[in-house]
């Protein structure tokens, strides 16, 4: 007797937990590295490694966006669970992005070794 019974995995669920993961893990990864990288950046006068640093941490905000967007809008847009996700996913991503603007705004003001 089998007592199991195969897991029906949406073809959306991972974009949805894309969506959902990636604005967090954008910013805990742009925090570390630049606080990894400090004394090198420090070192070697390149600051401009900052800013793409930030900029890459931005971009992966923006396709979590995307993938929580379109993960959301498949036959089943209409299950509470898909739309909680999606519209979680879209705010998350833009809270983090935010987050991560603010956390570049001393770069403006300050340089790599101040």
């Known amino acids: 007797m089998e007592t199991t019974k195969p897991i029906a995995i949406r073809p ?4 949805l937990w894309t969506g959902v993961l ?6 805990a990864a742009a925090f570390e590295v630049k606080y ?5 950046i420090c070192d070697h006068h390149a600051d401009w490694l ?4 930030t900029a890459a941490a931005l971009l992966i905000c923006a396709f979590g966006a995307f ?4 993960g959301g809008g498949g036959p089943d847009r209409d299950e509470k669970r ?3 996700m999606s519209i979680g996913g879209i705010a998350l991503n833009a809270t983090f992005a935010i987050c991560i ?9 300050l340089g790599a070794c101040e």
């Open 22 to 27: 990636s604005g967090p893990f954008a910013f």
């Open 101 to 109: 603007i603010a956390m570049s705004i001393p770069h403006f003001y």
């Open 36 to 40: 990894a990288m400090l004394a090198w």
């Open 67 to 70: 993938e929580a967007r379109r």
């Open 12 to 15: 959306g669920s991972a974009a």
């Open 82 to 84: 898909v739309r909680f």
């Open 50 to 53: 900052f800013w793409a640093i």
